[in-house]
């Protein structure tokens, strides 16, 4: 069975305070392991979908990076505004047939102070 | 990204009832799904919903329990049947289609709490 376990469930970080926050997978044939935003009161929010090891993707102050065993998603110089909590899931790779299930993390929930 | 609507956006609910949660897309998309959110607990899918023929449902899910109805390419109900305390929880749905390949994007959910 899939599964994802990310960490840590909980990362205070000063504004400006660079952090990784990490994702760790089991998955018999990885087809896409994707990066959500959920703040409070709202549905996930697409960041990042990354196919292969050694893939890397960007969006502003987010870095997004794959191994064939885990993920980081690096938050440089992090502001108030990136408090969330960021969600990892990971999409299963299977012959013969679809298959659209994600297995998601419980989750980091960050907390950017200024 | 398709832009996705779901209602209500919470209600409250007594024991023994059953509540039906509506998504909307502003565009026709072929795969929709539903999610669950329990507190402290993971998103988890309940089941992808084909326009045109049954809901396909994930292990520990039954149809008597979550039916779904998806009339068309734009609009897929979910109804919680027979409610219970444990079925509290963040209802999503979810649709793939979009500028990234085989990624899903996610409704604003449905915040359900049993009395």
């Known amino acids: 069975e899939d599964q994802v376990t990310q960490s840590p469930e909980a990362l205070r970080l000063q504004e400006g305070e660079s952090s990784s926050l990490n994702c760790s997978y089991t998955?018999?044939?990885?087809?896409?392991l994707f990066w959500y935003r959920q703040d409070p009161g709202k549905g996930p929010e697409f960041l990042f979908t990354?196919?292969?090891a050694g893939e890397e993707k960007e969006k502003e102050r987010l870095k997004a990076t794959l191994t064939k065993k885990e993920s980081f998603l690096h938050i440089t110089a992090p502001k108030p505004e990136d408090s969330a909590t960021y969600l990892c899931?990971?999409?299963?790779?299977?012959?013969?047939?679809?298959?659209?299930?994600?297995?998601f993390g419980k989750g980091t929930l960050l907390t950017v102070n200024p | 990204s398709a832009v996705i609507s779901q209602k209500p956006s919470r209600d409250i609910c007594q024991r023994g009832t059953s509540l039906t949660i509506q998504c909307q897309v502003d565009?026709?998309?072929?795969?929709m799904f539903w999610y669950r959110q329990q507190p402290g607990q993971s998103l988890t899918l309940i089941a992808t919903?084909?326009?045109?023929?049954?809901?396909?449902?994930e292990s520990g899910f039954v149809i008597d329990k979550f039916p779904i109805s998806r009339p068309n390419l734009t609009f897929s109900t979910l109804t919680v049947s027979n409610m219970s305390p444990e079925d509290s929880s963040i209802y999503l749905c979810?649709?793939?289609?979009?500028?990234?390949?085989?990624?899903?994007?996610f409704g604003p959910g449905t915040r359900l709490l049993v009395l």
């Open positions: 979810s649709v793939e289609g979009g500028s990234v390949q085989e990624t899903q994007y």
């Open positions: 998955v018999s044939g990885l087809r896409g």
């Open positions: 990354l196919y292969s």
């Open positions: 899931a990971v999409r299963r790779l299977r012959s013969g047939g679809s298959n659209y299930k994600l297995t």
């Open positions: 565009s026709q998309v072929t795969m």
């Open positions: 919903a084909n326009q045109g023929s049954e809901a396909t449902y």
